[in-house]
């Protein structure tokens, strides 16, 4: 493994421990070159995932960007970092389990509102003002009105 501050290809690992929810290892490692200490997480992966994006563009998955993308719906939330992680395995858990290599963009946009609309309601407001492209403070108010169930929002 690089090391992130030198450059060097050779570092060791002084500690390895699974995560809290055992879906990954976490590993401490070293520097001999700069001395350095830092963290690696070693994951399974079951397949590679190839997202196709409303342009039709293709991209390999990045499980980085789907943690990123909620944790900018989450920011200044009472969700922890732990909670977030955890979903974010159970969406990854759900894309590869669907048994198929290509995914739509959509398909992990709906994955993604359906675990925030459970986990927190403003965050799931955030993250959808972004996904559904909402343009307007009408569009935020017709998505809350149909959030609440009211009638003459619809």
């Given at each position: 493994m690089r090391c992130p501050f030198c450059g060097n290809d050779d570092t060791s690992v002084k500690d390895s421990r699974p995560t809290e929810d055992s879906t990954a290892i976490r590993r401490r490692r070293q520097c001999p070159n700069c001395g350095a200490r830092f963290t690696t997480f070693e994951r399974i992966q079951l397949r590679e995932l190839i997202v196709i994006k409303s342009n039709a563009q293709r991209s390999p998955f990045d499980r980085d960007?789907?943690?990123?993308?909620?944790?900018?719906?989450?920011?200044?939330?009472?969700?922890?970092?732990?909670?977030?992680?955890?979903?974010?395995?159970?969406?990854?858990?759900?894309?590869?389990?669907?048994?198929?290599?290509?995914?739509?963009?959509?398909?992990?946009g709906e994955m993604v509102m359906e675990a925030l609309?459970?986990?927190?309601?403003?965050?799931?407001?955030?993250?959808?003002?972004?996904?559904?492209?909402?343009?307007?403070?009408?569009?935020?108010?017709?998505?809350?009105?149909?959030?609440s169930g009211d009638p003459e929002s619809e």
């Open positions: 960007k789907l943690v990123n993308s909620m944790m900018i719906s989450m920011r200044k939330r009472p969700v922890s970092p732990d909670r977030i992680e955890r979903v974010a395995n159970g969406i990854v858990r759900r894309l590869e389990s669907l048994g198929e290599a290509e995914i739509p963009s959509s398909v992990i609309s459970h986990l927190d309601s403003v965050a799931y407001v955030r993250f959808a003002s972004v996904y559904r492209n909402f343009h307007e403070a009408r569009d935020f108010e017709q998505f809350i009105g149909e959030l």
